[in-house]
């Protein structure tokens, strides 16, 4: 009888904690000559979650890909976090998935055939959960494994919610609790004391599907996921896509309990502190903030929540519905400010009037 395999032991790095960071990629694209087909409605300028490529007046299409190396160690499951996980940059932008191409590498030197058979299953079903089917791919021989989707999707061209458009006054919206990288990073090191992967796996098949409903029946002005770059990360990329600044409040943070307590152990992804490091010039943390809770905010997700950035009239009634539609942890967790442009602040507390 051999050991069960365990799909985390063959990866370096786990799932969105693999991305590079964002000071890694963002000089590169920047030397690449502009993009300059009128048809592309979101490109790379503005570090979106998908490209949207507008086929006509009221019809354009949603373009994304994310794969990644396995974060939990089930076949079955990595392929349904890596299917949930690559849809939602298409709920992300308010469109609608259409289909699906696999992108695998896959060491059959070291796994038997069968576990890439559970990994295309997991996928399979999630992505018919979404509506969707996987049309085809492409499979190369690699070390580790690797898993992923690139997705088509569509969405009318004034209904795109881009990182762009976020306005002074907004309240931010989280639809899932942090703390995924975290506790996915404790259980490959055998170190889940508290079994909270069972927890985190729940979460990150959680589809964004039933969020981006939600949330698109409200005057959202800016849409993200929380993915590799954690919740301040993804927030950057809307305050300097918004030319706007933003305050979070920590005790509104939803993060699954266990991954606070991890974080006190020491225990966080790579990804996790090289976010925290490149974010270090965007964010002030209020002094009386720890090391760790400033960490958990930079936590790398896998399949996160989705980051609205609403009219504060519609925020407490937003809350709710999301909440009524089974996505218990959904919380308001700060506001939009003006100045300085692309700044973060994070806060203890504080109020938000709108929610009274
Ligand atoms: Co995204
Ligand atoms: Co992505």
Redesign the pocket.
């Known amino acids: 009888m051999t050991e069960p395999i365990r799909l985390t032991q063959l990866a370096k790095r786990a799932g ?1 904690a693999a ?1 590079q960071p964002p000071g890694f990629l963002l000089p590169l694209l920047q030397m690449l000559p502009p993009i300059t087909d009128p048809n592309v409605l979101v490109g790379t300028a503005t570090a979106d ?2 490209a949207v490529y507008k086929l006509s007046d009221d019809l354009a299409l949603v373009l ?3 794969f990644f190396t396995p974060v939990v160690d089930t076949p079955y499951d990595f392929g349904a976090v890596a299917a949930a ?2 849809l ?2 298409v709920y ?1 932008m308010g469109g609608k998935p259409l289909t699906a191409l696999s992108i695998v590498g896959f060491p059959d030197s070291v796994l038997p055939r069968e576990v890439l058979g559970d990994i295309l299953r997991g996928a399979t079903d999630k992505a018919a959960e979404a509506g969707i089917a996987i049309v085809g791919g492409h499979t190369i021989k690699s070390e580790e494994p690797i898993f992923g989707l690139a997705v088509v999707g569509t969405v009318a061209p004034n209904r795109v919610l881009a990182n762009s458009h976020a306005q002074p006054g907004d309240v931010l919206v989280l639809t899932k609790p942090l703390g995924l990288g975290i506790i996915t990073t404790a259980a490959k090191n055998g170190e889940d004391r508290l079994g909270a992967i069972t927890e985190a796996i729940r979460v990150m098949t959680t589809l964004n599907r039933v969020g981006a409903e939600v949330i698109t029946r409200f005057d959202v002005h800016a849409l993200t ?1 929380v ?2 770059f954690g919740l301040l990360g993804h927030l950057r990329n809307i305050v300097a896509a918004s030319k706007v600044s933003a305050r979070v409040f920590l005790d509104r943070v939803p993060a699954l309990s266990a991954a606070w307590e991890y974080v006190r152990s020491g225990i966080a992804p790579g990804g996790t502190h090289a976010n925290y490091r490149f974010l270090a010039d965007w964010v002030a943390y209020a002094s009386d903030l720890t090391k760790e809770e400033q960490l958990l905010l930079c936590d790398a997700q896998t399949s996160g929540g989705l980051l609205a950035a609403v009219a504060a009239k519609d925020a407490k009634e937003l809350v709710a519905a999301l909440r009524d539609a089974g996505l218990q942890a959904a919380a308001a967790i700060g506001v939009i400010e003006v100045d300085p442009p692309g700044r973060m602040f994070v806060d203890r507390s504080g109020p938000l009037d709108c929610l009274a």
């Open positions: 969105c991305k979650d998908a994304t890909t994310d996980n690559a939602s940059d992300a996921d993915t590799g």
